[in-house]
């Protein structure tokens, strides 16, 4: 089935760890996208990458930083710079440019701190 | 981006339709109004989305109102599955980032 995966689904950081979220689509999309979600909040745009190789910074990139190697690729690190991570992360992907396209989002990773 | 704004919650008896207003007074011509739901701890599911004309899909309808300033999504037949928080995002042509609000609310009972 076409789609996007995240893993893992839950996600626990100790303090100073990186971590790193993955996220994979078989779409062939070219755009894909990183989100954080607070409790009882709306989704908050970390980074996105419209092209292999390229990426930029969303509204709220400190303390992340993401690659873009391959098309199907997206993967999120959770640096120990960002001082509160505890969220639920949602990534999506898109044909490239936003005009009259749809997002199709992952099922999510939840990250704690221990 | 246009802002958007919407109540925080409604509800809806199951079967009956549900209407979600969306208030984007500050949308300009060529800002589409996109609509996405999330079911608690999923990733938001695309609904429909418009620009001028009033649209139809297999789960929803979106009214936009002449002026473009505000819509409103049709449930037609609401179900408990139905339940869930329903944002509004006006989004400009050709951008690259879709931008969240905190939505609607819609609790849907039996």
């Known amino acids: 089935d076409g789609g996007i995966t995240q893993s893992p689904k839950y996600l626990f950081r100790k303090e100073g760890q990186n971590v790193t979220l993955s996220c994979e689509q078989n779409l062939n999309h070219d755009a894909m996208y990183w989100y954080r979600q607070d409790p009882g909040q709306g989704l908050r745009l970390i980074y996105y990458s419209q092209i292999v190789n390229d990426f930029q910074k969303g509204d709220i990139a400190e303390g992340y930083s993401v690659s873009r190697e391959k098309k199907e690729s997206f993967p999120l690190t959770v640096t120990s710079a960002q001082k509160n991570p505890t969220a639920f992360y949602l990534c999506?992907?898109?044909?490239?440019?936003?005009?009259?396209?749809?997002?199709?989002f992952g099922s999510g990773t939840q990250l704690s701190v221990l | 981006d246009a802002k958007t704004t919407q109540p925080p919650s409604m509800d809806c008896a199951e079967g009956r339709a549900a209407n979600l207003p969306c208030n984007h007074s500050t949308i300009s011509g060529n800002e589409y109004v996109y609509w996405y739901r999330q079911i608690h701890s999923q990733g938001p599911q695309y609904i429909i989305h418009g620009l001028k004309n009033n649209e139809t899909n297999e789960m929803a309808s979106l009214i936009i109102t002449e002026d473009r300033k505000s819509s409103t999504l049709i449930l037609p037949h609401a179900t408990l599955r139905d339940t869930a928080v329903y944002y509004c995002i006006a989004l400009l042509y050709n951008t690259d980032k879709l931008i969240f609000g905190t939505g609607t609310r819609l609790q849907v009972f039996p």
């Open positions: 999506a992907s898109s044909n490239a440019g936003m005009a009259n396209e749809k997002l199709f």
